[in-house]
């Protein structure tokens, strides 16, 4: 049995398996940068208007400012003239969830309604 297709040359199976690495590089970093993949992660530059030079008060700070859970902090400057920090902050972001004052106020009214009725009308009320 013999076939009958001719040799690919070096050159050509180089050129193959760079566009089948390319292709997969490209790929990689497709799947990679996704926002599905890592949609709460952040990267920010971060000045704040004091020095802290303790790791532990920086990462408090940082976590209240950017509502989140800072993975890592790198500080880039720390001045102490002038009393501020700047900070590379890599964190996950965790949206808080805010009602508006007016349904707030409507829920605290109806609460204490409920408990109002409740203790003249424990027949009615469960």
Do not use: W
Request: proline fraction near 5%; hydrophobic fraction near 45%.
């Amino acid at each position: 049995m013999r076939l009958r297709s001719t040799e690919l040359a070096q050159n050509e199976v180089a050129c193959y398996f760079s566009a089948l690495e390319l292709g997969l590089i490209l790929l990689v970093m497709f799947v990679g940068d996704h926002p599905r993949v890592l949609p709460a992660h952040r990267h920010q530059t971060v000045i704040l208007n004091r020095a802290l030079a303790e790791d532990g008060e920086l990462y408090a700070r940082l976590e209240e400012a950017l509502h989140g859970q800072v993975h890592s902090a790198t500080v880039q400057e720390l001045d102490l003239v002038n009393d501020k920090t700047i900070v590379d902050v890599r964190y996950a972001y965790t949206p808080r969830i805010h009602r508006p004052a007016a349904q707030a106020t409507i829920s605290a009214i109806t609460t204490a309604a409920r408990r109002t009725l409740s203790r003249h009308l424990p027949c009615i009320m469960p």
